[in-house]
């Protein structure tokens, strides 16, 4: 099966982990990505925002939501009261999946399938564990299942403070661990999914209001 557990490194922080996931091979998403998008932000970050995957512009330049959707992102948390210079965002896929355009260069996202996210899913375990959060947003369907399993559905899960299941135990080392409690899961709406949304006023209204419960949960 793909696994990506075999590239993480034994031991070290995140500059660590990000210069391991670099050259990560667990499953085929590197061949025609153009890079590795490691998660970015600080270690000591109180909320970690959980995304699906980079995108085109994320691809190329190497960090989270830099693109269209993460200027919605950056929109949203400042209307929620978060700084996202005090987050710490990351994807539960990090290499971009896409396909070419009929007759053009233009990639076109595809959604990673569950053999990509389940490969993918130490790399996020390990930010976890290293960053040690209080909250942790999940922005869709696939950044929920991959934190909550696979009957996560964001209609119905969506705002409210939902315990993270341990579910790596005994995968991870715990002498890197930032010590505490276990943090909550809010799930809410990607930021993609509002820009494509009918109705784009309530959906970027939910996305704030989610957002805001997360800012509520932190100790
Ligand atoms: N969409 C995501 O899920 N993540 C990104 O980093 C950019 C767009
Ligand atoms: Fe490794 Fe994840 Fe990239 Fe697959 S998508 S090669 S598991 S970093």
């Known amino acids: ?5 075999p590239y993480l490194p034994k031991r070290g922080g995140l500059p660590a982990h990000r210069r391991a996931a670099a050259e990560c091979r667990g499953c085929p998403l590197f061949e025609n990505a153009t890079r590795t998008v490691f998660g970015k932000g600080a270690s ?8 699906e995957q980079p995108g085109d512009q994320e691809d190329k330049q190497g960090e989270p939501f830099v693109g269209p959707a993460g200027r919605l992102l950056d929109k949203a948390l400042a209307e929620s009261g978060i700084d996202r210079k005090t987050t710490y965002v990351t994807n539960a896929v990090k290499h971009f999946k896409f396909a070419l ?23 996020l375990l390990a930010e976890l564990h290293l960053v040690g959060p209080d909250v942790v947003v999940a922005l869709g369907a696939t950044a ?18 939902i315990p993270l299941p341990d579910l790596d135990a005994g995968r991870h080392g715990s002498e890197d661990r930032n010590e505490g409690e276990e943090p909550y899961v809010v799930a809410t709406l990607h930021p993609s999914a509002v820009l494509r949304s009918d109705d784009r006023e309530a959906a970027y209204a939910g996305l704030v209001s989610d957002l805001e419960v997360a800012a509520r949960a932190l100790r």
């Open 1 to 5: 099966a793909y696994d990506a557990t």
């Open 101 to 123: 355009a009929e007759g053009s260069k233009r990639r076109i996202h595809k959604a990673p399938d569950l053999h990509e996210l389940t490969a993918c899913r130490p790399w």
């Open 144 to 161: 929920g299942k991959a934190l909550l399993g696979q009957s996560f559905r964001v209609t119905k899960d969506r705002g409210t403070l």
């Open 44 to 51: 000591t970050a109180r909320i970690v925002l959980v995304g």
